[in-house]
């Protein structure tokens, strides 16, 4: 499967998450620690040369991607 990316296009320095379908890999969307209604949050197939989340890497098993 593709992975797929959130990320905040409004938000310049914001970083880009490994998404699972549901939730950001590091689950930060679930729990809160990311403002689900703030604008620009959108799904895409690449990340558009954003940093990845730390924590999506490690959990994704792929720290040095
Ligand atoms: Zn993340």
């Known amino acids: ?12 320095k914001s970083k880009a998450h490994f998404w699972n379908g ?4 590091c689950k930060m969307w679930s729990t809160g620690g990311m403002n689900q209604r703030r604008d620009g949050y959108v799904i895409l197939a690449e990340h ?6 730390n924590m999506c890497r490690i959990n994704a098993g792929k720290p040095n991607e």
């Open 22 to 25: 549901k939730d950001t890999v």
């Open 48 to 53: 558009h040369g954003k940093e990845i989340c």
């Open 1 to 12: 499967m593709q992975q797929q990316y959130l990320l905040n296009t409004k938000k310049r």
